[in-house]
């Protein structure tokens, strides 16, 4: 039983909660579906985590006070994206507590602690918001400290804790409605999750590497996103959205002497007071500034009243945009393309053939209008083709059109992928609007279609009696066929749905595929029908081990 932490095992528990938290960073970052995804929070708190380390491991005393001092520093000089700021916060007010340690803290201590950071969390949000890493954090430090006085083993302790965590992690979706709707828990929550499981695997001795964490200086490996993305770095601006000109930073160090806690609190209220986005977060060494303001001068003031500054940039929004604007307008053409599907490979296959943007959706993961509005709106094209690619979705694209300003959406009736690279491929950038729409809707009915999955209840369904579990072929309307094993009710889709009219059968496999058993399945296929061209991708898509085009 431990009942106490001391100075070495802290050291081992942030190391810990650092290094389980860059290991899941991908899946993190995978979680931002909403609204539009940009895949970077779980990034954004591993970064702010290794600077915390970097601080650390640079700090030769092992008291509580330098350690402490350390990771709350280099927590916040790491801190980016909100989720990475409030993380920074909460080790902010974790550490003031911790500090005040001598030997070992006990449990009743770290849940003072956790209360401290939640507060402080708090308090460097401007407008607070349920449903995210701040409800989760919360939770767990109300909590606290009834599980404290019920165990005093730390293992006993963190395991109570973080099942209190996770319920609040699952609640977050009830808390904030875009959470429910894109069908995912809050990603800052599921990083401070990890972070606490990395706590606990440094006190039970698991292993989890964290010897080799890296730090802010060495090259990040590049994360899976949920959002596909498009091929170019445009993004649509709106001058008449930016209130405030300048985006202003800079660092607060040497405060004055007769400076006080009080007095950072003061500025974050005077920096609210002419502009937006306001970040003022730090303690009496050291001091970080963020703010979005039309009178940077009035802002230097107010921070000149504490102490000296350090590393100041201030940008010029308003002249950036108008650039950015300008660029918009001359590289403007007339004609775009919009794809969504659910897979890697289908998606790099979507933009090699010249989709100007890709978004993650299809069965289970249905993107809304406004996903689908947003999406279009990133093209630079007066008129934008949109490839549903499910049946589900071409309502959504068609309700888009009354979300979009200044963009014409043209929406193609594809109910699959294999329909959608025909529509694309049909695609003639030196032709007519009207032309393009007539011949990408004919493409699509030339293609016939097929996907390979499995069956989630027991059911009896266009002539075969189905059960859990079973391997099934169908169409977009029906059901083709049925067996155990995929490779086969795989090559009886394909002779269900086969005329003597197609020349070319395509095959996408998708998760739980192999490149080695897509290929075995090739050569079977081309021996069945010789005279066909016979290929295959990868789509990484889910659900569907095998998407089947004919040709």
Do not use: W
């Amino acid at each position: 039983m431990q009942k106490t932490i001391n100075s070495t095992e802290f050291r081992k528990m942030v190391a810990s909660g650092a290094r389980m938290l860059e290991i899941n960073r991908a899946k993190v970052d995978a979680l931002n579906v909403f609204p539009v995804p940009d895949g970077d929070t779980g990034t954004n708190m591993s970064l702010t985590m290794q600077s915390a380390i970097k601080e650390m491991n640079a700090c030769s005393s092992n008291r509580f006070q330098e350690i402490c001092d350390a990771v709350s520093k280099g927590a916040l000089k790491g801190a980016r994206g909100n989720s990475g700021v409030i993380s920074s916060q909460i080790f902010r007010g974790i550490c003031s507590v911790l500090k005040d340690t001598k030997d070992s803290f006990d449990t009743k201590t770290f849940s003072k602690a956790l209360e401290a950071g939640t507060k402080v969390a708090y308090s460097a949000v401007s407008i607070p918001k349920e449903g995210t890493i701040l409800t989760v954090v919360r939770m767990m430090s109300e909590a606290s400290s009834k599980l404290a006085g019920k165990h005093k083993d730390f293992v006993d302790f963190l395991t109570a804790l973080i099942e209190v965590g996770d319920e609040a992690l699952a609640r977050t979706p009830e808390l904030l409605p875009v959470l429910k709707k894109a069908g995912v828990v809050d990603s800052g929550g599921v990083g401070l999750m990890t972070i606490m499981r990395g706590f606990l695997a440094a006190i039970t001795g698991e292993d989890i590497g964290t010897d080799s964490i890296p730090t802010e200086s060495q090259e990040m490996a590049k994360g899976g996103s949920a959002d596909f993305g498009d091929n170019s770095d445009i993004i649509n601006l709106d001058l008449g959205d930016i209130e405030f000109a300048y985006c202003t930073e800079f660092f607060i160090i040497h405060l004055k002497q007769m400076t006080t806690l009080a007095d950072i609190d003061r500025l974050k209220e005077k920096l609210m007071g002419i502009g937006d986005s306001v970040i003022c977060i730090g303690d009496l060494e050291l001091v970080k500034v963020h703010v979005h303001t039309n009178t940077p001068g009035v802002a230097l003031t107010y921070a000149l009243e504490l102490g000296e500054l350090d590393r100041l940039k201030i940008e010029n929004m308003l002249e950036e945009n108008r650039a950015l604007k300008a660029k918009l307008e001359a590289e403007k053409k007339e004609m775009g393309m919009l794809a969504i599907c659910a897979g890697q490979g289908l998606a790099d296959i979507f933009k090699d053939l010249m989709c100007d943007r890709v978004i993650e959706g299809g069965q289970t993961m249905n993107p809304s209008a406004q996903d689908i509005a947003d999406a279009v709106q990133k093209i630079n094209a007066s008129n934008v083709f949109v490839f549903p690619n499910n049946s589900n979705v071409i309502l959504a694209a068609e309700q888009a059109k009354d979300l979009v300003a200044n963009r014409t959406i043209h929406v193609i009736p594809t109910k699959n992928v294999p329909q959608g690279f025909a529509a694309a491929l049909a695609f003639n950038s030196d032709g007519t609007v009207p032309e393009n729409k007539t011949n990408m809707t004919h493409a699509i009915d030339n293609v016939a279609s097929g996907q390979v999955t499995y069956a989630v209840r027991n059911t009896t369904m266009n002539g075969f009696k189905l059960k859990e579990g079973d391997i099934i072929g169908l169409d977009n309307k029906r059901i083709l066929a049925k067996g155990k094993d995929i490779e086969q009710t795989t090559l009886d889709l394909i002779k269900a749905l086969k005329n003597d009219e197609h020349e070319i059968i395509s095959l996408y496999y998708g998760e739980g595929v192999t490149e080695d058993e897509a290929n075995a399945l090739v050569e079977k296929v081309s021996e069945a029908y010789p005279d066909c061209d016979v290929d295959c991708h990868f789509g990484g898509q889910p659900v569907y081990y095998y998407m089947v085009s004919l040709e």
